[in-house]
């Protein structure tokens, strides 16, 4: 698990993991995420598929809580200490998990 933020174990339902699967395949065939696409089974039995992180945009201070899944893997293959995205509200590059975006702040 992640060092520098938390992270919340949930239990997701059928149909949340059916629509958190739906918006990954979206991705895949938008071209925001690099495929090939993962089978419903594999997709769905993933490590860290039921664990979200709470994320903050530095820019428009706009919060939501994510799924992690996609996070972990982009964090293994970039060997980040913890994810940076685009936020979904202002579309700039400073969506952060809202530890770091607390000790960033704070060391203003």
């Known amino acids: ?50 664990v979200m992180v709470d994320m903050k945009c530095l820019d428009c201070q706009f919060a939501l809580r994510v799924n992690f899944a996609l996070y972990a893997e982009y964090m293994k293959l970039e060997k980040s200490p913890f994810p940076l995205d685009t936020c979904p509200h202002c579309r700039k590059l400073q969506f952060v998990p809202l530890d770091i975006y607390n000790k960033l702040i704070d060391s203003i």
């Open 1 to 50: 698990m992640p060092k520098f933020f938390n992270t919340i174990q949930i239990k997701m339902t059928s149909a949340q993991k059916q629509n958190l699967y739906r918006a990954y395949s979206d991705n895949i065939d938008q071209d925001l995420i690099m495929g090939p696409k993962m089978s419903y089974m594999s997709f769905i039995n993933q490590p860290n598929l039921e």
